[in-house]
């Protein structure tokens, strides 16, 4: 039930508000039906990257082999999450090789495929890796680890906990077909203890099926809700579905404030169904193509795309939220969101860069090239 109604932000040249504001049992929803920002306002991300890490030969320590994280510690010195030697690599600020955190193996401070790394208090670094996690310090020294079991954490909380985006047990299913799970947001340790649900919500849509190797596979449905979700200090933002908007739910898991911009849905076409397959087929091993091209004649496609394929929090509280697309080596379409909830505009990043974090200067991510050689790439974000 709606308790009222307020208009707020800039008039249109039709005198109409820019953001609808309005409360909803207790929910506050912020529509925005235009961007904020006016002709010259908008923020651009730089073609050319100020940092550029990678290379197809060198050192070794020059090339990049599954990147999965990079982060920024406080100085300025990049961090890069390199899967493929399971190790970290620290950067100076202009992209010279510092050292190497961790390694492979079972030891103390050995971890096998990390895939997230999180700078703490003092530059001290939190990595998530395969059935471990591990803390160092600000010079790279081994602090501890914990084992970890099942799912590995997907963001931290500013009170040093962490967000778990999970199926919850008895869930799950193994047959064929369609699979559009439940997500349980989960706040705890990183090694899972003192576990706190703190919402379910609709998880991403999968599709699972029998290979001809035999055994079950999973993909993701084609054109299926994607469940997003990221810490927000100590709340969660999350997002899902083929409306624009985002959810964000307080410390106790209550949702309180819904973000909304006025975009209608885009339809599925036979050009979008082409170019999916396109893109399933050449990001797989030759083998497997038999078993794709089986899928291709089973789907049924949705008549709706979804709206959004990921969500980050830049480090002044501003939502980033990218339109959903299936040519992943396009150009991203970004809307930012401010900590009111105002729709401030779109912010376009260069084509290929899948986006890792945003600060209030710069935009780092990971690009791979025609030969499959990956870069890490730093772009000045510039606001007028």
Same mark, same amino acid.
């Given at each position: 039930?709606?308790?009222?109604?307020?208009?707020?932000?800039?008039?249109?040249?039709?005198?109409? @508000?820019?953001?609808? +504001?309005? $409360?909803?049992a207790?929910?506050?929803?912020?529509?925005?039906?235009?961007?904020?920002?006016?002709?010259?306002?908008?923020?651009?991300?730089?073609?050319?990257?100020?940092?550029?890490?990678?290379?197809?030969?060198?050192? +070794?320590?020059?090339?990049? /082999?599954q990147?999965? $994280?990079?982060?920024?510690?406080?100085?300025?010195?990049?961090?890069?999450?390199?899967?493929?030697?399971?190790? *970290?690599?620290?950067?100076?600020?202009?992209? $010279?090789?510092?050292? &190497?955190?961790?390694?492979?193996? +079972?030891?103390?401070?050995?971890?096998?495929?990390?895939s997230?790394?999180?700078? #703490?208090?003092?530059?001290?670094?939190?990595?998530? %890796?395969f059935?471990?996690?591990?803390v160092?310090?600000? &010079?790279?020294?081994?602090?501890?680890?914990?084992?970890?079991?099942?799912?590995?954490?997907?963001?931290?909380?500013?009170?040093?906990?962490?967000?778990?985006?999970?199926?919850?047990?008895?869930?799950?299913?193994?047959?064929p077909?369609?699979?559009?799970?439940?997500?349980?947001?989960?706040?705890?340790?990183?090694d899972?203890?003192?576990?706190?649900?703190?919402?379910?919500?609709? #998880?991403?849509?999968?599709?699972?099926?029998?290979?001809?190797?035999?055994?079950?596979?999973?993909?993701?449905?084609?054109?299926?809700?994607?469940? *997003?979700?990221?810490?927000?200090?100590?709340?969660v933002?999350?997002?899902?579905?083929?409306?624009?908007e985002v959810?964000?739910?307080?410390?106790?898991?209550?949702?309180?404030?819904?973000?909304?911009?006025?975009?209608? !849905?885009? @339809?599925?076409?036979?050009?979008?169904? %082409?170019?999916?397959?396109?893109?399933?087929?050449?990001?797989? @091993?030759?083998?497997?193509? !038999?078993?794709?091209?089986?899928?291709?004649?089973?789907w049924s496609?949705?008549?709706?795309?979804?709206?959004l394929?990921?969500?980050?929090?830049?480090?002044?509280?501003?939502?980033?939220?990218?339109?959903?697309?299936?040519?992943?080596?396009?150009?991203?379409?970004?809307?930012?969101? $401010?900590?009111?909830?105002?729709?401030?505009?779109?912010?376009?990043?260069?084509?290929?860069?899948?986006?890792?974090?945003?600060?209030?200067?710069?935009?780092?991510?990971?690009?791979?090239?025609?030969?499959?050689? +990956?870069y890490? /790439?730093?772009?000045?974000?510039?606001? !007028?």
């Amino acid at each position: 039930m709606a308790l009222g109604a307020v208009l707020t932000g800039c008039a249109g040249s039709d005198g109409s @508000p820019a953001v609808v +504001e309005s $409360d909803s049992a207790g929910v506050r929803i912020i529509e925005s039906v235009r961007p904020a920002w006016t002709e010259g306002e908008a923020w651009r991300v730089m073609e050319v990257p100020e940092v550029r890490i990678g290379t197809p030969d060198g050192p +070794e320590e020059a090339m990049l /082999h599954q990147v999965e $994280d990079v982060a920024r510690l406080g100085d300025g010195r990049l961090v890069v999450t390199n899967r493929g030697t399971h190790e *970290l690599r620290v950067y100076s600020t202009t992209g $010279d090789f510092v050292r &190497t955190v961790g390694r492979q193996g +079972e030891g103390p401070g050995e971890f096998f495929a990390p895939s997230r790394t999180w700078v #703490g208090p003092d530059d001290s670094l939190f990595v998530s %890796a395969f059935l471990r996690f591990s803390v160092f310090d600000s &010079t790279g020294t081994f602090v501890r680890s914990v084992g970890v079991e099942g799912w590995s954490p997907h963001d931290r909380f500013r009170d040093g906990t962490y967000l778990f985006v999970v199926i919850p047990r008895g869930v799950d299913r193994f047959e064929p077909g369609h699979f559009h799970p439940i997500n349980a947001l989960v706040r705890a340790e990183a090694d899972g203890a003192a576990a706190d649900t703190l919402a379910h919500v609709p #998880g991403s849509e999968l599709y699972r099926f029998e290979s001809s190797a035999g055994g079950m596979a999973s993909l993701r449905a084609p054109f299926g809700r994607i469940r *997003l979700a990221a810490t927000y200090g100590d709340s969660v933002v999350t997002a899902g579905g083929t409306d624009f908007e985002v959810q964000l739910l307080d410390e106790t898991g209550e949702l309180v404030r819904i973000l909304r911009r006025e975009k209608a !849905p885009d @339809p599925v076409s036979d050009s979008d169904i %082409a170019e999916l397959e396109k893109g399933l087929l050449d990001s797989a @091993p030759e083998r497997t193509h !038999p078993d794709r091209r089986r899928l291709f004649a089973e789907w049924s496609y949705p008549e709706l795309k979804p709206a959004l394929d990921r969500l980050l929090v830049d480090s002044e509280g501003n939502i980033w939220v990218r339109a959903y697309s299936v040519d992943p080596a396009g150009a991203g379409e970004w809307s930012v969101f $401010d900590p009111s909830g105002r729709w401030l505009g779109t912010v376009e990043t260069p084509p290929g860069l899948e986006v890792k974090w945003v600060d209030d200067r710069s935009i780092a991510g990971v690009r791979v090239d025609e030969l499959d050689v +990956e870069y890490v /790439h730093v772009h000045s974000l510039v606001k !007028p």
